[in-house]
């Protein structure tokens, strides 16, 4: 469980502060705490692969038009002037800059004139927050990524891409293939982390956890708020994907339509396992409060149980207790001077606690109480 | 109720891990745990019936094209070779094979060229999971079929098959109406199931569970998340029947589409069962939280009656139980050298009793505390 | 009450076992417990109407293509030869006459070439079940009705064919008229139905009931499933009268469809109807569930009321029970040698009832505790 | 709230029983309870306006075609023949008159050849309902509405219609202008209708209310009942108009279509307004529940403080209470023979409480125990 | 918090009594308490801005039609003759100059054959209430905008205008791009306060405020509400900018529409944030209840222990306080005599003590019943 508490704070929805209200629309304001840029490029053809890690702007221009596909990957949204001379010089609109820089945009596709944008929240690989926006401009020749923080998913398109020439030949000579390569390369991402989830969810069913019942429902509420977080990434997903397969823009070739279909059924199998593993999480809460409830219940048929029996008894010692003088009339407590008083009161006690527990036996009360409760708690299968 | 325990397991909606975000689409990667593959033909035509359990997916080239209809029954997911050699003599798309392997599919249809895949659970009759994966490649005269695990619903239409050729042949010689019955055979193999969890829940609506809310609650659990798996693998099934009845490929007979009408209304039929249930099982929660609060009032009632009654006379008692020195001054407690003084003492205390009981009586208090509980606990029938 | 009881075990939403999966579509299986089938013959025109109970359906041959309106009436679904007879004589498709002996359908209408197949649930007349399986047969001059138990709402229907016929006349010359009036009239047998649960919806609201809550929460739970039920009868009522309407089939002559517009009106009326109680159920639950936690809050209050008053002065006449030997020492216990030692315990005690008396005013607990219970239960009128 | 208390009983929605099933469509059967039918004309072209009270149907012959709009207001749907009467005359359709007389309809339009059957329901000015029905028939040249009790909403259309004759000119020389300022009257009467309900809803927030919680809770129960009802009667309404102002009947200009858009646009408002005070009213019910909840658990914690000090004390005083014979042994009780055993018992008592409440201090339970509870319930402010 | 408590009576949806029901549509009625009106004028072209104060209507002739763009600023709605005047001048319709003055819209776009009339709710600057009213008309070469209150978040659109000659220009000289750069800033001055709505929801689970779990409720329920008022405020916005999109009016350009396009995004992105916040909110009620109950639970427990602990053991000190005569039967109270008789009766007690220990320690009763609740309420990360 250790690894689910650190990942706690990632679980709310960020709203950071936009450009004042008025701003003239497509203003790139850098968001505070976002990392310095760098941009690394990888350019291929049916032959050859070159990649280079450059740090001017200005060395894209070596690539630009020279190459089938040319990958440029900007990671880290803190250098403005850097994404300024991206921008410019792939003609990104102005509107879309803006969005590339704020990074809390749901999935959307936009397409301008010059490419086509697509934004959406990938699995944050450094586990830091839930999910990062990742952007792709996806031109005739080129694809533009940008994301917040170093390290992804994609390495094993980076090492398909270099290693099997044949493979990225086949249709790898359009950047759209390879844009349609990341998305579903990101999609896929989000599996093991539903998984996770799920799996942290079937730990608060287990019985060795439910004896703290509040801490189980932390835990509870944390996974509804994980799921609810991944809902709203996954859910803009599918209507963007969607979007993308209908979308009669020339930067989507026919081939890769098909292939998005393929991507649309894993967002769609995504969001069905999430809503099913909310439905859970209601039914474990449910599970959860009726448990508590019975808990409840035992504790208070124990304490009544326990004292309906030694408040009537404990009044009998009491009346015998007193101390009204039997000199004066024969009437004053005559049983304390019999010669069978003492066994008299015994007598009395012990029947009234009989008839006591056999009223709770009749209503009951003694079935649960007396059992162990740990074994009751247990899963279906070991009660 | 041991049978519904041992299937308790069942009710969690799986994910297995696919194979690594970014990996080539279309890659055949066996699941850990799969059988190995066996496969079994059955070639019809008007007259005859052709069975055969074939060791060599080679083999197969001796049936294919020479009948009007040849069904492909693969069994198991384990031998890759196999289903390599399958896919490529039926030109099975290279994104379907990947699909057929990676058994947690929601139900779909997806047009090739060359031929329909149609992918759906079933129920899985050896009951070690709720459902097994169901694939079929419909071609123009063969249909190939893949199933996880060996065992099914089909055995009537086997032997339908063998036997009477002239049901068989009255449109039997196209492999469509061959899908069409085993997608129909599939939808009502769900029935049994549907029934069984309906069964289930009746039980838990019983008097003679309900003295154990603690174990009823979890059983109704059970019940609900096995309704949600169900809806879960229903609802798809729907949208993909309709789907095949609207598509125009070539590979469905409008003859065929007629008859999967009737399909549909069973999975209609199916999902508002399942939907009853559900809203069932809600209201079944609702009345057992209630019978749990019912439970803690009259625990609480009884608790309140007897300590009300027995905490002021136990005072009496212990008044006339102090100590103080009626040698002293004739004001320290004369009531003890009363020549009635025991007696008037009784009779304060029946006298407070008596009060208690009227005031209890009066707000009501005692009606339901000495009623028979489980009597209360009756259906409404036996109330 | 009473009559609400004898209702409760229609409140089940059935399912009775289909033929075996993969069995061949259009197969008559018979439902164990079917009724005998009755035939009754209705043949009118213009002038004459002629009604006859017939045996053996060859009978009918002598009406057939003789009348403009013939409406054979099949009653009871159990004998199988003569269902079969029927089906044949008026080319009934092989999957209708499946439906019609099946009777858990869904409402729903299938265009046949030969004719128009229309089944619908209507509110059984023996009150066994809460509803009951109605199929019509359009064809273009006959009308066979199909239903499971012998009663019905269609007597007026009858009666007014027998009597008035210039009524009849009216349009009563087409098939399709006759079949929008047993339409009309089945939808209009729901509102008493509906009108019923309602009214004991009513009584759940009641002081009176109101005193035994467990039993009041159960008859909700009935309530609950009763409406449940009817939703799940009449929802695709109207989706079938809606698909009735904009049918382009022959048999549906337009004047006709505009009278189906009413019975549509009153069908969604009747959905609204349900819906509503649907909200007040719920509401009322919510009431229910709020009553039992004031009530256990005004136990509780009693409770603790009654317990931290005598406990402190039980204390303190316990402190002057106790036997310090006073000869030992004048520190010990000197209260019992006072003069007004007794005196000086009784104000002890006087004063902490009074102290914790005001202390309860002041957090307003007196305030509810002792007022008449029943009357706090009344409507908000008498309140 | 005592203006609230004697509206309690309309919040039930109302289905009397209609005619028999079965029974001849467009059939009048007046309903029980139905008052006596009056009727009112009111004639007006450009420049006269001519009002009358009639006694019977055969002098609207009088009006009719003579004027450009002709007004037949008819209030009280208990006279058969007048009914009839007017029917006859202004071509009413059969099906219509039955809607009218049967007075529960949800709003509709149903075009006719011969005129426009608008129904809808109107807040009832004389509050014995929360609602009555009216209806329209719209002809070329009149418009005959039709209500159920007498008094309205349309005062002041009248009254324009009679003084300002340039006004009731503009366009109101058409009946459809004249309809729309009907409709539009009676949709702007439903505002202070919702908000008497909202005013309702404040009230239950407050906090002088709020310590008679289950008052409070029944009061909840009516105004969600009530909102209830009005969203069942403004709903329709707007579909209702939204058919009117696409309807392409010749009896509703262009002219009187956009001002149904505004008409339009106030329904939209009213049910915003509703299902925000539907919304507000579950949220209030949420804040009763964990109030109730809050002060069970002053009240558990209050007895349990009091009980937790002084059993243990009461314990210590009945040790020191117990009669064993010193005499005997020099074992037997010989705190009894100390000098200072009194003292001894008194300090272990005193350490006992203090230790308890230092306990309980720990645990956070004195601090809500000991304070001014009606504070704890104002409302935020004043907090 | 302070800030928050200062705000919560701004969570209630208003209704003012619009004008009488029946009256006359498209009469202007000031409402009460509306502010009297100012008039500034903002005219620019490419080249020249002019800003001018104006007192009275007239003053606007001449700007009319002279400048490419006329921005028309009326603050206030409390002066009729003022607003009257200008609905002339520029030609506003009744109906919407009737709604610019009642001050309860939803956002909603009409098009008239002069002018577009735009209505929305925009953030209150004054934070007075939570929105206020904002109604714009745009004509051909004017901009005439309304709102309640002076103060907005225009004043950056405002100084753009003014000082960077050559921003304005680039789209500026249509009065559309005007419009939508107001609809902008209107929309985006949403996301601070939705952020700090979202703020004050964070501190609710925050471990510091939840031991005072009413307050906590409480401040929960107005976090809710002013959720639900932000989302009546922006669901209408979305539709109304998608209208205006679509919207083929001559009054918006085709790059203007691109922006809106942006708008949009916005405003979905707003509805996603309130949904998620909704949610959460939803489950932050359900964590207060289980922590209520669970605290509930721990008291009981105490209660039960200590209760179960002294009883027993006060009883048995209650029989040797009985003072039955020994020296009469040898029989009575032997015990007494016993020269261990008083270490025998502390042995009993103990053993009865641990007796019940071991018993509670076996049901898992004394667990949490010692431990530290403060650190129990903790976040996740701290537990």
């Given at each position: 469980m250790a690894n689910h508490k650190k990942r706690t704070h990632r679980g709310k929805p960020r709203i950071r502060r936009r450009?004042?209200?008025?701003?003239?629309?497509g203003t790139i304001s850098i968001e505070p705490g976002a990392l310095p840029t760098t941009i690394r490029v990888m350019a291929y053809d049916q032959q050859r692969v070159v990649e280079k890690e450059i740090t001017s702007p200005g060395e894209l221009q070596e690539f630009l038009g020279k190459w089938p596909v040319l990958w440029v990957d900007v990671v880290g949204l803190g250098t403005e002037e850097k994404l300024r001379a991206i921008a410019q010089m792939f003609q990104i609109h102005a509107l879309a800059i803006e969005d590339i820089v704020h990074a809390h945009q749901r999935a959307k596709v936009e397409a301008y004139d010059e490419n086509l944008y697509v934004v959406l929240r990938i699995p944050d690989p450094t586990r830091e927050q839930l999910c990062e926006q990742f952007s792709m401009v996806l031109g005739k020749n080129y694809l533009v990524t940008f994301q917040e923080r170093p390290g992804d998913s994609f390495d094993l398109v980076r090492s398909g891409l270099r290693h099997s020439k044949e493979g990225a030949a086949r249709q790898g000579v359009k950047p759209d293939y390879l844009a349609y390569r990341l998305l579903d390369a990101a999609v896929d991402a989000y599996f093991p982390m539903v998984e996770s989830v799920s799996d942290h969810l079937d730990t608060l069913d287990d019985p060795s956890t439910a004896d703290d019942m509040h801490a189980a429902f932390r835990e509870l509420h944390t996974v509804r708020r994980e799921l609810l977080l991944l809902r709203r990434a996954i859910w803009p997903l599918r209507d963007m994907i969607n979007e993308l397969r209908s979308d009669l823009t020339p930067f989507m070739t026919d081939s890769t339509r098909m292939y998005l279909r393929d991507c649309h059924d894993h967002c769609v199998q995504l969001i069905d396992l999430l809503e099913s593993y909310r439905d859970i999480a209601g039914d474990v809460r449910d599970y959860f409060l009726s448990t508590i409830s019975n808990r409840m219940n035992e504790v208070m048929k124990t304490l009544t149980v326990i004292a309906t029996i030694f408040l009537p008894i404990t009044f009998i010692a009491g009346v015998y207790g007193?101390?009204?003088?039997?000199e004066v009339s024969i009437l004053n407590m005559p049983e304390l001077n019999w010669k069978y008083g003492y066994l008299f009161s015994w007598g009395l006690m012990v029947a009234v606690t009989v008839l006591l527990l056999w009223y709770f036996q009749w209503r009951g009360w003694l079935r649960g109480t007396f059992r162990d409760e740990s074994a009751d708690e247990g899963p279906p299968e070991s009660g």
């Open positions: 450009q004042a209200p008025g701003a003239r629309p007193m101390n009204f003088n039997s």
